[in-house]
């Protein structure tokens, strides 16, 4: 089966990777101010960032279209993420 990339999810996690990278580099310094920059809300902001703490096999998967077929940005904005890779990959395997 040919690899089809979900353009919200991979659009998502681009954003996210920039949210995380304003944050370490010091650019920002709340969520607050990211989503006053995005205008929407921080709990949106807080709850978009943690893709971008995402397993990076699963990233990659994401960015190539090969993400397994449960793995939505509906399912993962509004379900918690496991904080441990292994358990993310299990979580989305199938």
Not at 30 to 57: K, N, Q, S
Not at 78 to 89: F, G, H, K, N, Y
């Amino acid at each position: 089966m040919a690899p089809t990339r979900d353009l919200a999810l991979a659009s998502a996690l681009i954003r996210a990777e920039t949210y995380k990278r304003h944050l370490l580099a010091g650019d920002v310094t709340t969520l607050e101010t990211i989503a006053a920059e995005e205008g929407v809300t921080a709990p949106y902001i807080a709850r978009m960032i943690r893709i971008a703490f995402f397993d990076p096999g699963l990233k990659h998967q994401i960015l190539d279209g090969r993400q397994p077929e449960g793995l939505t940005l509906q399912r993962l904005m509004t379900r918690p993420i496991p904080l441990v890779w292994a358990a993310q990959q299990t979580l989305y395997r199938s």
